[in-house]
């Protein structure tokens, strides 16, 4: 008897592990280097995490050897809550507040609670591709809204009205995006709260790049602009504090929670299922939430901002390769001219250039965009390095043909 996988699993799939990654692995085992762009593992490029942080890990040790709450330890979500109560949210305590093994995790907890088979998730595309997997996993229906290229990848909110049914339960908000770098505007999340509104529509919002944002750009919390909307906010520590093997995720339940008793009776079942999340993971939250190292990353001429200001400029420097400049994150998400170079097979793309250049990218469609025509690059390695593996890509380009 031949042992097969469920059918759960049809059509689900994370491209950013996907298949290319297996090949990538196998060049790392028979010697070669790999250059990897397609990860955002701050860790691997010389991101440390913070002191305060190891410190405050290695002082909650002995705290942590047995489970806690399923919802996570008390004081760590304490203090979550007066962290969202000072950006603006409204009635939020320690109830609302459910810790995870990172957002991975709390999304597809998040979705379980909701989603009945044939139900649809209206998602961006370009998107982070775990919130269609989890949709499908759960044998719901992702629906992808297209955000315009043409306005600096802000979601197209005429668009996303037209792609709402009877059947629709939620709306999944990327903000900054992943991976188009976007920050949303105010007026485009007042709009996707009047849909939210008009339609009793749930709101998932992830904000786990909410403090990597440069130029000046302000991250706006939707659950703090939109308080009468059922919202669940979701952050952690795995970019913004350099530590995403801790796995340290939350997810905040803003807006008229008694009209979600049901849901989230359900969200808490699921919680106690996994009997509760990482406790060492868990006791170094609050410590991080006060901690500013990031600051002088993001700042003008600091690391992060640096390496992704060379890399919006090295890529539209290449022919044929055009790059919004992202606002936020830690992703560039160029299109390749497809007039200039055509590709028809974008996952082929990606894999000869690992192939050939040992460097290591995802294809665009692995974001659910629906044209062979963009890629997406991690922006954590050196200046200098970046600048030189993307004239490779470039070089790599111009002389590719499928």
């Not at 509104?197 to 904000?207: G, Q, T, Y």
């Amino acid at each position: 008897m031949e042992f097969r996988q469920s059918s759960k699993l049809t059509g689900v799939c994370y491209e950013i592990r996907g298949p290319v990654i297996e090949q990538a692995n196998a060049l790392e085992a028979a010697g070669h280097s790999i250059l990897r762009l397609n990860i955002g593992n701050p860790a691997p490029f010389g991101f440390a995490a913070p002191d305060a942080v190891l410190a405050g890990l290695v002082a909650r040790l002995p705290e942590a050897h047995g489970y806690t709450d399923a919802r996570g330890i008390l004081s760590a979500r304490h203090a979550l809550a007066t962290y969202y109560s000072d950006r603006g949210y409204i009635d939020v305590d320690e109830q609302a507040i459910y810790l995870g093994n990172g957002v991975s995790e709390l999304a597809g907890m998040a979705i379980q609670a909701l989603v009945d088979t044939g139900d649809e998730v209206l998602i961006p595309s370009p998107d982070y591709p775990l919130w269609t997997a989890v949709t499908r996993f759960a044998g719901g229906t992702p629906v992808h809204y297209l955000c315009d290229e043409s306005a600096e990848w802000q979601p197209d909110l005429a668009d996303l009205e037209a792609k709402i049914t009877d059947r629709t339960k939620a709306i999944v908000v990327i903000n900054p995006n992943n991976p188009t770098g976007a920050v949303y505007s105010p007026e485009i999340l007042a709009g996707i709260a009047e849909l939210a509104r008009r339609h009793s529509l749930m709101v998932f919002s992830d904000e786990i790049y909410d403090r990597i944002v440069y130029d000046g750009a302000t991250h706006h919390h939707f659950g703090a602009l939109a308080p009468d909307v059922l919202c669940l906010t979701f952050g952690g520590l795995s970019k913004s504090h350099r530590i995403a093997g801790f796995r340290a995720g939350w997810l905040v339940v803003s807006g008229p929670r008694a009209k979600a008793r049901n849901y989230l009776e359900g969200l808490t079942m699921l919680a106690g299922m996994r009997l509760c999340p990482n406790a060492l993971a868990q006791h170094v939250i609050e410590a991080a939430l006060t901690d500013h190292t990031l600051d002088e990353l993001i700042r003008p001429g600091g690391r992060l901002e640096a390496q992704r200001t060379t890399a919006w400029q090295t890529l539209n420097e290449l022919p044929g390769v055009s790059c919004v400049k992202p606002k936020g994150g830690l992703y560039a998400f160029p299109r390749i001219d497809p007039a200039v170079h055509p590709i028809r097979d974008d996952e082929k793309f990606v894999l000869d250039l690992l192939l050939r250049e040992k460097i290591h990218i995802v294809q665009g469609t692995g974001f659910n965009w629906p044209r062979p025509d963009h890629v997406r690059i991690v922006t954590l390695p050196e200046a200098g390095d970046l600048e030189v593996a993307i004239r490779r890509i470039g070089r790599f380009l111009d002389s590719y043909q499928q």
